[in-house]
């Protein structure tokens, strides 16, 4: 089974993307913000990475600078799921090696679609 | 060239910078804290339609289900129709679920928005906290040139207070219905 690392410190959104990936018959690793999403990147690695931009702490983008910076991060693919939908952020998720921009709210059949197309 | 002012025209000037500093940063926090509770609102509104709509959805097709199933159980065998309208309604409910998924995020947006609006009202009691704490109760005795110093002091505070702000908010949701945002791979 495919894994992904959901990062989001609304309990909500984890909640509402675990119940959607789940359902679409993938393994699910919820993490509160970024440090906590690094941290449980690195005890496993997983399939996708699936990050919010504001978070307390370290955000989604600097998430993505960290993991790009590990050897077995390198190739796996990371999407932003965030309500900011402005294209200098987006330049800066593209540049930081983000793979994909999906602005909230999510919509589950066309956010599995897409996982679908990227991890099978 | 300030020389050239009156001590009594260099207060009012200060006066003047100081009352129009706050008064500028006080509508500015304002304002964004009006922009966040409309866009709340709208948010809100929208997500309990969808919410509503789906649930009611729901309903109407667990109810057909039922009635599926119990014809199917009086017959005994399932006809091939029946098995297809049972095939239906899942995934049509399915589609109400995943509507519904959407319209509960409306959690995480409002709670950025509510974010948002917590730190301007704080920005706002920076500002007067500033007021304050330099205020009435350290008016200079005597001397304009202290007043004028106090003065100066209080207004670049007020202006630095609300530079660090501008700084640390969150940007704001602009979201104005509950309808999945759009999807760009890289």
Known sequence: MKTILAVDDSGSLRQMLSFSLKAAGYGVIEAIDGEDGLNKAKQQTVDLVLTDQNMPGMDGL??????RAMKNYQSVPILMLTTESGDDIKAMGRA????????????????????????? | MLSRESPSDLMETQVMRLLSG???????????VERDLVQMDVLLNEAIKKLCTSFMAIHHAIDLQQETLKSMLSTGEPAPE?????????EEIGQHVGAAVTGLQFQDMTSQLI????????GLRDVFGELGTNGAADLPESGSE??????????DRVG???SE????????????????GDIELF
Do not use: Y
Not at chain 2, 85 to 90: A, P, T, V, Y
């Open chain 2, 22 to 32: 706050v008064s500028t940063h006080g509508d500015q926090h304002l304002a964004e």
């Open chain 2, 165 to 180: 702000l501008a700084g640390a908010v969150r940007s704001t949701v602009n979201q104005r219905h509950m309808e999945s």
């Open chain 2, 160 to 162: 630095a207070r609300c």
């Open chain 2, 115 to 122: 974010g948002r609006m917590v730190q301007h009202l704080a």
């Open chain 1, 62 to 67: 600097s998430l993505i600078k960290a993991l």
């Open chain 1, 96 to 120: 930081a090696g983000a793979n994909g921009w999906l602005v909230k709210p999510f919509d589950p059949t066309r956010l599995t679609e897409v996982v679908k197309k990227l991890i099978g």
């Open chain 2, 82 to 90: 029946q098995a297809a309208r049972l095939e239906m309604l899942r």
């Open chain 2, 146 to 155: 202290e007043m004028l110093v106090m003065l100066n002091r209080i207004s």
